[in-house]
């Protein structure tokens, strides 16, 4: 009798936790924003100290990304640059912030 009702609390505690609400993808927003950082625009490949860090995949990435050379003013669209960045990247393997697919068609989030 002991291990039913042992039994019936792992299961009702188990079954909460399926219908407990998840939260929101933290990652990218609406916006194309990570964390108030906007995810297109004039960046800069950086070691140390950067904005954000990310890992380049080809399969389920967060973002797909097109450098371009000029108008880099849509979700996605990447102009790299040495100077006067709007955003600091740091390309890691491990635990990034993000990861990124580069493509030439199509940026944006997937």
């Not at 299961?11 to 906007?38: Q, W, Y």
């Not at 849509?74 to 990247?89: A, I, M, S, T, Y």
């Amino acid at each position: 009798m002991f291990n039913i009702h042992i039994l019936a609390m792992v299961v009702m505690l188990f079954t909460a936790s399926l219908n407990a609400p998840r939260p929101e993808d933290p990652k990218i927003d609406k916006n194309c924003c990570f964390k108030g950082m906007k995810l297109y625009g004039k960046i800069k490949f950086v070691d140390n100290f950067p904005d954000i860090k990310v890992q380049i995949v080809e399969n389920f990435p967060d973002l797909k990304v097109k450098l371009v050379e000029n108008f880099p003013d849509e979700c996605g669209k990447w102009q790299v640059v040495e100077n006067f960045p709007d955003l600091k990247v740091q390309i890691v393997q491990n635990f990034p912030d993000i990861k990124v697919k580069f493509v030439d068609n199509f940026p944006g989030k997937p």
